[in-house]
């Protein structure tokens, strides 16, 4: 059996407040939102502020897992391969 069940990419259709989401390996729904240029600014200030990673920040702000937010320290319990996958869907957002 395969490991990669868990790691499709969900597909939605319909309407535009629908967006893609992953399934990460604990089997919550993990969205992540377009990124505009707040969401720079503010990881920009978040790292020179508090000393959170720029990448981490951005995740933090543009992901909800099951439809609820999270912060930068969620990511930090979360499985590398979960956080590795998301940092992709972010970079490439």
Known sequence: MSTRT?????????????????????????????AMGRHIRLARRMQAEVGHDFLFSMIAQLTTLDGKPIVVEDLDDMPAPDVARLQGLVEGN
Request: proline letters at 7%; glycine letters at 10%; charged letters at 30%.
């Open 6 to 34: 868990n790691e499709t990419t969900e597909q939605t259709t319909g309407t535009k407040s629908e967006q893609p989401g992953i399934l990460l390996r604990d089997g919550r729904r993990a969205v992540v939102a377009p």
